[in-house]
């Protein structure tokens, strides 16, 4: 069984600051693993995600994520926060047998101060 | 290239009312996601279709959820009747193929308040 666990329901960072998003995960097999952003009123936007080559990810937006296999762990982070990063983001994990199907994290809401 | 598009964008209904929603996703692509995302929680898939087969529904509430994929296009959730804890966004997502490191591309939902 797959699952997700999002450490911080929300996060506050000012601008230029960097931002660190904590997600590990659980998983029987060798998962594939997302993150992706809600924006208010809009539908959800793929970050990046990993999917066995490169464990350093690297995202739209200046984004990137490590994945290590001996934590269970898919951190998000940037190097300096723009007011536009304020989101909600989702950290999601789908197994190698599960045709696909997604399990999402709890989110965790970033705000972003001037 | 156009996204995936959702249909109505807002929905306000009394409980034991009936309501559909249609989704039509991106051109080409194989595999249509329907998922309820309640407020302050992560999306939760309810069923997924490959072409116009069901591959999982196993977490649909089949006494008063219902789902349809004609043609292997465009879809139908409906809700018959609603309760109070439907109130929800629901999502449609597609993808090209539908394996584990496919990409899901997400419509911007449907806000269905259920009063």
């Known amino acids: 069984a797959q699952s997700v666990t999002q450490l911080d329901s929300h996060v506050s960072v000012s601008e230029g600051t960097p931002v660190l998003l904590r997600c590990n995960y659980s998983?029987?097999?060798?998962?594939?693993l997302f993150w992706y952003v809600q924006h208010p009123n809009k539908g959800l936007q793929l970050l990046l995600k990993y999917t066995s080559a490169a464990t350093l990810v690297k995202g739209i937006n200046g984004f990137e994520a490590e994945f290590k296999k001996s934590e269970t762990s898919f951190h998000l982070t940037k190097p300096s926060a723009h007011m536009s990063d304020a989101a909600e983001y989702f950290c999601v994990v789908s197994e190698a047998d599960s045709w696909g199907k997604l399990q999402f994290g709890a989110g965790t809401q970033v705000v972003v101060t001037p | 290239e156009a996204g995936v598009a959702q249909s109505p964008r807002y929905k306000i209904i009394e409980k034991r009312q009936s309501v559909a929603f249609w989704c039509n996703p991106i051109?080409?692509?194989?595999?249509l996601y329907w998922y309820q995302q309640i407020l302050g929680q992560g999306p939760k898939l309810l069923i997924q279709?490959?072409?116009?087969?069901?591959?999982?529904d196993s977490q649909l509430p089949k006494d008063r959820f219902s789902a349809e994929r004609l043609k292997g296009v465009d879809s139908t959730l409906k809700i018959q009747p609603a309760k109070l804890e439907d109130s929800a966004v629901y999502l449609c997502?597609?993808?090209?193929?539908?394996?584990?490191?496919?990409?899901?591309?997400f419509g911007p939902g449907t806000r269905l308040t259920v009063l």
């Open positions: 279709f490959q072409n116009n087969g069901v591959v999982d």
């Open positions: 997502a597609s993808s090209p193929g539908g394996g584990a490191t496919d990409t899901q591309y």
């Open positions: 051109s080409g692509h194989a595999t």
């Open positions: 998983s029987s097999y060798s998962p594939s």
